[in-house]
């Protein structure tokens, strides 16, 4: 006892001086101070001030922490990296998962990253894993960790390991033959329904949570109370919600061919995930897909949400019970296969990584990623960061195949490829791919944002040769109209020509519950923004002049919100609108330079 006396009192003179900013406390001061506080529960002055000032703002608690700037930034990476090297110690001492669960669940809690009942909930579930990984890796260092995790200024990721290339068949481009047909194709994207077995109409919106509007949240405020199809706030969709968007689409739009289902069935609520109830929910959602559209083969992939716990997406290799993502994998084959959505052939990649390719017609080839792998959050990439499941080789050989067949491809894939939460490495290759192939690449279909946006791919002379659609979402998840889009598709070349958007106004669903919301065509795309066609090019020149046109600058900035009232009530002017068109930009460089260039013109 008179030793760790000894120790506190050493340590405690050593700190000497106030820190007066947050940029004045080192990783390695904050790591022996947390150190400390783990293992013998003394809080020093130093402690106190560092805690003070590295204390997450709660306004930022739900925000991606990847999107973070100056002072918040240098203060998440001090978080990270001291966080990681006390659990790297404690582990590597033989300290148990639930101690150190215990330790991290309270400076989670004194950080104010979220309350304890959310800290508790997401640490226990992540623990087990982050465990796994660092007893199978000796040599992964805490800067290593927060860099694939932030990969910022603050937290640069720099481990060689991260960066690796796939092989790219470079030769030179094949002219791909059009079938000449006049035939129109309709394709219907849904995607992130993010169903809440547990929502509650006049539940509490404003709970402080990660999720709001569930039951047995804290108490409601009779002026604030959750809607009945659903909230702007925190909130995620009731199933009576889901029901009436298949409902309305199955009696609205008699003439679709497919039906792309972009991914994300599973909730917000990250701290209270279970393998069972995300089974019961994806079994519940796809079959009442699979009710609804009988005659419609639909082409569903995974969102983030899926896997329990959130984001994680295991090596196939792995199998141990509380780590496995196998048994997501054999789930979906089993329905998506059984449905009759997918053919026999596609189990075994979907095993491998949940990913498929299908031709549902000569010379058309939907191919369909688990982009999911890259997201920086998979704590999965900091055991086997190369490649995950070989899905990228995968892809480039698809392609390479689809080229020699003459076909023309469909990208599906719920992480866009401007994404800035996906691996930089894994996003640099992804896009060598897209550039090589895009001759054939006719248009991809991402969702996850929530927002209705598109990408357009960029190679590395800066010339734009690729389009993606981003979806939206049913979910209102956050602040935000549901929405679904109906595709026009040319049926020789399978490029998309136009798009119609469908919302319903929620404000407005809201205060006539007892009656269904009205859906309505919010846009035509052509028609919206003035184009002939929506090839690359005319969508490089479109945001050209959205850059400099404050009508079509603004009408892209109402519809990327959904035009719903909360998200469009703040401050944004002409410049921070501008931001949004720089959110479309995919490109192998710096796209911020791009877009500033793009700006400038």
């Given at each position: 006892?008179?030793?760790?006396?000894?120790?506190?009192?050493?340590?405690?003179?050593?700190?000497?001086?106030?820190?007066?900013?947050?940029?004045?406390?080192?990783?390695?001061?904050?790591?022996?101070?947390?150190?400390?506080?783990?293992?013998?529960?003394?809080?020093?002055?130093?402690?106190?001030?560092?805690?003070?000032?590295?204390?997450?703002?709660?306004?930022?608690?739900?925000?991606?922490?990847?999107?973070?700037?100056?002072?918040?930034?240098?203060?998440?990476?001090?978080?990270?990296?001291?966080?990681?090297?006390?659990?790297?110690?404690?582990?590597?001492?033989?300290?148990?998962?639930?101690?150190?669960?215990?330790?991290?669940?309270?400076?989670?809690?004194?950080?104010?990253?979220?309350?304890?009942?959310?800290?508790?909930?997401?640490?226990?579930?992540?623990?087990?894993?982050?465990?796994?990984?660092?007893?199978?890796?000796?040599?992964?260092?805490?800067?290593?960790?927060?860099?694939?995790?932030?990969?910022?200024?603050?937290?640069?990721?720099?481990?060689?390991?991260?960066?690796?290339?796939?092989?790219?068949?470079?030769?030179?481009?094949?002219?791909?033959?059009?079938?000449?047909?006049?035939?129109?194709?309709?394709?219907?994207?849904?995607?992130?329904?993010?169903?809440?077995?547990?929502?509650?109409?006049?539940?509490?919106?404003?709970?402080?949570?990660?999720?709001?509007?569930?039951?047995?949240?804290?108490?409601?405020?009779?002026?604030?109370?959750?809607?009945?199809?659903?909230?702007?706030?925190?909130?995620?969709?009731?199933?009576?919600?889901?029901?009436?968007?298949?409902?309305?689409?199955?009696?609205?739009?008699?003439?679709?061919?497919?039906?792309?289902?972009?991914?994300?069935?599973?909730?917000?609520?990250?701290?209270?995930?279970?393998?069972?109830?995300?089974?019961?929910?994806?079994?519940?959602?796809?079959?009442?897909?699979?009710?609804?559209?009988?005659?419609?083969?639909?082409?569903?992939?995974?969102?983030?949400?899926?896997?329990?716990?959130?984001?994680?997406?295991?090596?196939?290799?792995?199998?141990?019970?509380?780590?496995?993502?196998?048994?997501?994998?054999?789930?979906?084959?089993?329905?998506?296969?059984?449905?009759?959505?997918?053919?026999?052939?596609?189990?075994?990649?979907?095993?491998?990584?949940?990913?498929?390719?299908?031709?549902?017609?000569?010379?058309?080839?939907?191919?369909?990623?688990?982009?999911?792998?890259?997201?920086?959050?998979?704590?999965?990439?900091?055991?086997?960061?190369?490649?995950?499941?070989?899905?990228?080789?995968?892809?480039?050989?698809?392609?390479?195949?689809?080229?020699?067949?003459?076909?023309?491809?469909?990208?599906?894939?719920?992480?866009?490829?401007?994404?800035?939460?996906?691996?930089?490495?894994?996003?640099?290759?992804?896009?060598?791919?897209?550039?090589?192939?895009?001759?054939?690449?006719?248009?991809?279909?991402?969702?996850?944002?929530?927002?209705?946006?598109?990408?357009?791919?960029?190679?590395?002379?800066?010339?734009?040769?690729?389009?993606?659609?981003?979806?939206?979402?049913?979910?209102?998840?956050?602040?935000?109209?549901?929405?679904?889009?109906?595709?026009?598709?040319?049926?020789?070349?399978?490029?998309?020509?136009?798009?119609?958007?469908?919302?319903?106004?929620?404000?407005?669903?809201?205060?006539?519950?007892?009656?269904?919301?009205?859906?309505?065509?919010?846009?035509?795309?052509?028609?919206?923004?003035?184009?002939?066609?929506?090839?690359a090019q005319s969508l490089n020149d479109w945001l050209i002049a959205a850059a400099h046109n404050d009508t079509l600058l603004n009408r892209y900035?109402?519809?990327?919100?959904?035009?719903?009232?909360?998200?469009?009530?703040?401050?944004?002017?002409?410049?921070?609108?501008?931001?949004?068109?720089?959110?479309?930009?995919?490109?192998?460089?710096?796209?911020?330079?791009?877009?500033?260039?793009?700006?400038?013109?």
């Open positions: 006892m008179w030793l760790d006396k000894l120790i506190v009192l050493a340590l405690f003179l050593q700190a000497n001086g106030s820190i007066q900013k947050i940029e004045d406390i080192s990783v390695s001061s904050f790591t022996n101070e947390l150190e400390l506080w783990a293992t013998l529960d003394y809080e020093t002055e130093l402690f106190k001030n560092m805690t003070r000032l590295l204390k997450i703002p709660t306004e930022h608690q739900n925000s991606d922490w990847r999107t973070f700037e100056a002072e918040i930034d240098t203060a998440i990476c001090t978080i990270c990296q001291g966080t990681v090297k006390t659990v790297m110690t404690m582990r590597r001492r033989g300290m148990s998962v639930e101690d150190i669960g215990k330790t991290i669940t309270k400076l989670c809690v004194r950080m104010n990253i979220q309350k304890e009942r959310v800290c508790k909930g997401v640490i226990e579930l992540n623990l087990p894993i982050i465990a796994y990984i660092v007893d199978s890796k000796p040599k992964l260092t805490a800067s290593t960790v927060c860099g694939v995790v932030l990969e910022s200024k603050a937290c640069p990721l720099t481990d060689s390991e991260y960066d690796w290339s796939i092989d790219i068949d470079n030769h030179t481009d094949v002219l791909i033959t059009e079938n000449g047909t006049n035939e129109q194709v309709n394709i219907l994207q849904l995607t992130d329904f993010h169903y809440d077995p547990l929502y509650e109409p006049n539940g509490n919106p404003n709970c402080g949570e990660p999720l709001c509007c569930r039951r047995n949240q804290n108490k409601t405020d009779a002026n604030s109370l959750a809607g009945f199809w659903g909230d702007y706030e925190s909130c995620d969709t009731p199933w009576h919600s889901i029901t009436d968007v298949l409902t309305h689409v199955k009696d609205t739009h008699q003439n679709i061919d497919y039906i792309y289902f972009t991914g994300d069935v599973i909730d917000h609520g990250v701290w209270e995930t279970s393998n069972e109830g995300n089974k019961e929910s994806l079994e519940k959602v796809y079959n009442k897909m699979h009710e609804m559209f009988k005659n419609i083969t639909v082409y569903p992939i995974l969102g983030n949400h899926e896997p329990h716990p959130l984001n994680q997406f295991a090596p196939n290799s792995i199998t141990e019970d509380n780590l496995t993502t196998n048994g997501l994998y054999k789930l979906i084959a089993d329905l998506w296969i059984n449905f009759g959505w997918l053919p026999e052939s596609t189990r075994s990649t979907i095993h491998q990584g949940g990913y498929y390719t299908v031709t549902p017609k000569n010379g058309f080839r939907i191919i369909a990623l688990n982009s999911n792998v890259c997201y920086t959050y998979n704590w999965w990439l900091l055991y086997d960061p190369t490649d995950p499941d070989g899905q990228l080789q995968w892809l480039a050989n698809t392609l390479s195949n689809a080229e020699k067949n003459n076909e023309f491809v469909h990208i599906l894939s719920h992480i866009p490829a401007n994404s800035n939460a996906c691996l930089n490495t894994w996003k640099r290759e992804y896009l060598r791919i897209i550039n090589r192939y895009s001759h054939l690449i006719k248009a991809e279909f991402n969702g996850h944002t929530h927002n209705d946006e598109i990408a357009i791919f960029y190679n590395a002379d800066g010339v734009a040769k690729n389009i993606a659609w981003n979806g939206g979402s049913i979910t209102t998840f956050s602040r935000l109209n549901p929405n679904y889009k109906v595709y026009a598709v040319n049926g020789s070349n399978y490029a998309v020509t136009d798009y119609q958007n469908w919302m319903y106004n929620l404000g407005s669903a809201n205060k006539n519950s007892h009656t269904r919301p009205h859906w309505y065509k919010s846009y035509s795309f052509k028609a919206e923004y003035g184009l002939s066609d929506l090839s900035y109402r519809n990327f919100f959904k035009r719903a009232d909360p998200s469009l009530k703040g401050n944004c002017d002409l410049n921070c609108q501008k931001q949004y068109l720089c959110r479309t930009i995919a490109h192998i460089g710096d796209a911020s330079e791009l877009c500033n260039n793009i700006l400038r013109n």
